[in-house]
């Protein structure tokens, strides 16, 4: 059983920063596509970013060249690196697990994860 939590959200001013950290640990699995979501009020989850085993990156149109997925190997840990916030990307932020993926699908499908994290908000205000 997989297991992820997820840290380091807020509330921050529009143009701030913030890192999410999603530790996970219980995963045996050689290939996984880790991913963070997002879902507003009122709105259907999407699909922020993901990263692969092998490294390779995909991101959402809307975040690209603000945000950046990162993981630590060693340290078990998924990051979001969350830089020019706008009031947009206010969500509850999620860290998810797809197994047995040696590329991450594309789009970055919430249907295809399998374990998730219990979220962490994240407030931008104008």
């Known amino acids: 059983q997989v297991q992820l939590v997820e840290s380091g959200g807020g509330s921050v001013q529009a143009e701030g920063s913030l890192r999410l950290s999603c530790a996970t640990s219980g995963s045996r699995y050689s290939y996984v596509c880790m991913g963070w979501f997002r879902q507003a009020p009122g709105k259907e989850r999407e699909g922020v970013a993901s990263i692969a085993s092998d490294g390779r990156l995909s991101y959402a149109d809307s975040v690209k060249g603000r945000f950046t997925i990162s993981k630590d190997n060693a340290k078990n840990t998924l990051y979001l690196q969350m830089n020019s916030l706008k009031p947009e990307d206010t969500a509850m932020y999620y860290c998810?697990?797809?197994?047995?993926?040696?590329?991450?699908?594309?789009?970055?499908?919430?249907?295809?994860?399998?374990?998730w994290g219990q979220g962490t908000q994240v407030t931008v205000s104008s």
């Open positions: 998810a697990v797809a197994p047995g993926w040696v590329r991450c699908p594309v789009p970055i499908d919430p249907r295809r994860y399998d374990y």
